[in-house]
């Protein structure tokens, strides 16, 4: 069965501090890794997408990285901001129906 | 040019009524799929459509959900005799062509949060 999991459930960091987000996945074949920021009662944004050949991407202070052989995904944040409490969720493409699988999230809260 | 529109953002229905839920796409994107999405939990598939066409409604439960995306005006999610289990965020994307689970960006809008009293 196709699945999009991701780690930790939650993270709680302070203003200014680093994090990494984690996403694996058994979606096979694949054709594309998606980052979605999604603010409380809002709509995903989507932050980076990766094709399978991709190692890794970066959007500011945000940097995707993706390992295909393990089938492993990580969202590092660089310096984070008061506006980086969301939840990040991790979406991967299955290429032999274009649908978009998508993981649970993590729930990111950056207190000052 | 404004993003995805939904409305209402907030609906509130009693068992039994119906629920209808708009969503008016990107200017020039032809393709909508909606979502589902529970408390804690992931979006989930329902439908993609294209104008006057159902694409792919595998994720649309057999009885009492429907969706249509008319040659002129928004989509509609219709959700007759709701229950309970039925309140839950439901957001639509839309792309500019199709197949973007391969090809591309999907934009989504900010949803509408149904409550089944």
Known sequence: KNQVEQSPQSLIILEGKNCTLQCNYTVSPFSNLRWYKQDTGRGPVSLTIMTFSENTKSNGRYTATLDADTKQSSLHITASQLSDSASYICVVSESNTDKLIFGTGTRLQVFP | ?117
């Open chain 2, 1 to 117: 040019n404004a993003g995805v529109m939904q409305n209402p953002r907030h609906l509130v229905r009693r068992r039994g009524q119906e629920a209808r839920l708009r969503c008016s796409p990107m200017k020039g994107h032809s393709h909508v799929y909606w979502y589902r999405q529970l408390p804690e939990e992931g979006l989930k598939f329902m439908v993609y459509l294209q104008k006057e066409n159902i694409i792919d409604e595998s994720g649309m439960p057999k009885e009492r959900f429907s969706a249509e995306f008319p040659k002129e005006g928004p989509s509609i999610l219709r959700i007759q005799q709701v229950v309970r289990g039925d309140s839950a965020a439901y957001f639509c994307a839309s792309s500019p062509y199709g197949l973007a689970g391969r090809t591309g960006e999907l934009f989504f809008g900010e949803g509408s949060r149904l409550t089944v009293l």
